[in-house]
């Protein structure tokens, strides 16, 4: 009996019946894969989302599931994965070395209070309003618009106040 043939007994085999006991055996599994898998890419992945975390978390969660279930081949899937965290690294990398990538895959800060005036426009192009604001005013410990200098959507979906 080989490695795989072993591996096999515990696990299941893709596209054959796979029992209570190989199932909880495939999810333990991936639960500790994932963990050890998303280490590499915890805070940025899933601390405060762009548009590549936003990607990574739907691809993992799809490939991990397909491998828990057996509808996708168990160590290839888990590989691709690997690869995945490695792909989101190096562009997370790329993107802070190089402003204008990080620009097109994480977005800028939109300017939507300048002086206490709002730009009507920029919000209504990020789909930010007046009670977004009202809640980041007081968030940040603000009554209204006139104790404030600026407020700006961030890339990562926040909006900062700044005070006058």
Known sequence: MTGLEGL???IGVQGQYIGALQMSVRAAIIFAAGVVLLRFAATRAFGKWSALDIILAVIIGSNLSRALTGS?????TLTATAVLIVL???LVKTAARWPAFGRWTKGRAVTLVSEGEIDEGAMKRCG??????RLALRASGYDNLDEIKSAAL??????SIIGR
Do not use: S, Y
Not at 72 to 76: M, N, Q, R, V, W
Not at 154 to 159: A, H, L, S, T, Y
């Open 72 to 76: 996708a081949p168990f160590l290839p």
């Open 8 to 10: 096999h007994d515990w």
């Open 154 to 159: 961030e890339r990562n979906g926040d909006i």
């Open 128 to 133: 930010i309003g007046r009670g977004d604001l």
């Open 88 to 90: 989101h690294a190096a």
